[in-house]
């Protein structure tokens, strides 16, 4: 707005003008002149409407350099620092970290996204209708268990004890004693471990037969 004595640019929210001194706001400057500085109802809220308008002029322009949100804070910040994709790992390695240090071990993994490589070692029901793969660990009354996605049930039944395997998953869930891998799917490519049995070889290819003899080779009688 402009300054009423002076005519210089002066900001929403002065009092006074910074150029001349005068005071912006009517009353006071009607006061200094001996007018009376009693102020009608219509007056006070326009006063107070031009100064909500310009703190709202102010924010817009704060948000539009992105230096204020109109809807609020919405700063999340991550501890673990930028993820960076799945977490690859052996069930054996998945294991001992819940054994070491569970309180660690559910901050590094619980909700990330696992890849998880181990032997195979069975299938059990799950309790809901389904099938749920358990992976061998060194401890055999603790075997990491894998939650499998409706599209992985079958190819786990074709999976033999003692096979090695990988396994994709959403998330790691659980946790304590029972930490378990959920929506998992199986990658191609498994292995047969050698500790166990696993796929057997396909059957080696039959000998090629024997060269026809050159002619002209038979003896004269």
């Known amino acids: 707005m402009q300054c009423q004595e002076c005519a210089a640019d002066v900001p929403v929210l002065r009092e006074f003008c910074p150029n001349c001194g005068a005071p912006t706001d009517p009353g006071i400057r009607a006061s200094r ?6 102020r009608s109802e219509d007056e006070l809220h326009a006063n107070r409407k031009k100064v909500i308008i310009g703190g709202a002029v102010v924010l817009l322009a704060l948000a539009a350099v992105g230096k204020f949100g109109l809807t609020g804070p919405a700063i999340h910040i991550d501890t673990d620092g ?22 660690s071990a559910a901050k590094r993994f619980r909700g990330h996204e696992m890849v998880v490589s181990g032997e195979f070692l069975r299938l059990v029901p799950d309790g809901y209708g389904s099938l749920d793969m358990r ?19 079958e190819d786990a039944k074709k999976l033999v004890p003692g096979q090695r395997v990988t396994v994709s998953c959403k998330r790691m869930a659980g946790g304590g004693d029972d930490p378990w891998l959920q929506d998992c799917a199986i990658q191609p490519g498994a292995e047969k471990s050698s500790s166990g049995p696993g796929i057997p070889e396909p059957p080696a290819p039959p000998p090629p037969p024997p060269a026809p003899p050159a002619p002209g080779g038979g003896s004269e009688g």
Do not use: C
């Open 33 to 38: 002149r001996g007018a009376p500085v009693g």
């Open 82 to 103: 930028p993820r960076k994709g799945p977490t690859v790992i052996e069930a054996q390695q998945v294991y001992d970290a819940y054994r070491d240090d569970p309180g």
């Open 135 to 153: 992976l061998k660990t060194s401890n055999p009354e603790a075997p990491l268990g894998a939650d499998l996605a409706g599209i992985a049930i």
